[in-house]
């Protein structure tokens, strides 16, 4: 795709899942991915697959919830690909299922620290180095638990609304300054963040609550943000796009 071509993209939790998917059609469409991760294994199998494809691709190893390590994840890839001109926060955790009042401290503040301060710590690094180089294009993955309630997953809920009032706050901030930002809302999607929610649960929702009667697959996750990152949507930031199967219309 001639708009994201030679250009430097960061994805975060690219060793497996929607990251691995959204890496993989980077790589697919020209772009110089950089695989982020704290799995170091998976991300250099999602690596060394884009390169198997005729693509370009390197692993900088990176845990979000820390903040220097999210800065030194940015120098380092400036220093391998150029400007970011794509980036994409996805890294994140599904974590554990309890009513609010029984939530230890400790997995909340750990949700917080992945699935929230991790993408402001990216947002601010790949803002300023955009800022820097002429402006870039960055993707949230939020979820439908970022539109609306999750009992039993209060924290993942709090989480992902906060990574919407991120994406459309910022959106409006940098809009004249050549940098978009947009989230994608994926549904349930067959990845291994489902394998910690409680047996038939999932099959049970995705019967009642999913109107396409399945779960997403990674790569229709993966589709909606390439469009995202292209050309293609050059008029669309602050946007918050539904990938779920037609769940979020009932
Ligand atoms: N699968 C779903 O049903 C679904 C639905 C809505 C939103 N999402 C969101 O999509 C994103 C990707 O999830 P997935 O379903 O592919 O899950 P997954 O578990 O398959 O992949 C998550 C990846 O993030 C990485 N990761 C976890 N903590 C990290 C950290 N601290 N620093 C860096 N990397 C870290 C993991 O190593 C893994 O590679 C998440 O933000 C998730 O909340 C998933």
Not at 31 to 59: F, L, R
Not at 209 to 235: C, H, I, N, Q
Request: net charge neutral; aromatic share 4%; with cysteine.
């Amino acid at each position: 795709m001639k708009s994201i071509k030679d250009k430097c993209a960061v994805v975060t939790g690219a060793a497996i899942g929607i990251g691995r998917a959204i890496a993989l059609l980077l790589g697919e469409n020209g772009a110089k991915v950089i695989v982020s991760d704290i799995n170091e294994e998976g991300a250099k199998k999602t690596v060394q697959d884009i390169i198997n494809a005729g693509g370009t691709a390197s692993y900088i190893p990176c845990d979000v919830s820390k903040k220097e390590q999210v800065k030194e994840l940015m120098v380092q890839a400036i220093a391998t690909y150029g400007p970011i001109k794509m980036a994409v926060n996805n890294a994140g955790i599904g974590g554990v299922l309890s009513p609010t009042h029984e939530i230890k401290f400790e997995n909340w503040d750990r949700m917080i620290a992945i699935n929230l301060s991790g993408v402001f710590y990216c947002m601010k690094e790949e803002i300023s180095a955009m800022l820097h180089h002429g402006g870039g294009n960055i993707v949230n993955i939020s979820s439908l638990a970022g539109l609306g309630g999750v009992p039993g997953g209060s924290p993942y809920a709090a989480a992902k609304h906060g990574v919407i009032g991120l994406t459309r706050s910022a959106a409006m901030e940098y809009a004249k300054l050549n940098i978009r930002v947009n989230a994608v809302c994926p549904g349930w999607t067959e990845t291994a963040i489902l394998d910690g929610i409680k047996d038939g649960m999932v099959a049970t929702s995705v019967e009642r609550y999913v109107p396409m009667g399945r779960l997403g697959r990674p790569e229709e996750v993966a589709e909606t943000v390439l469009w995202l990152l292209s050309d293609k949507s050059s008029f669309t930031s602050g946007h918050c796009l539904t990938v779920d199967g037609g769940m979020k219309s009932s």
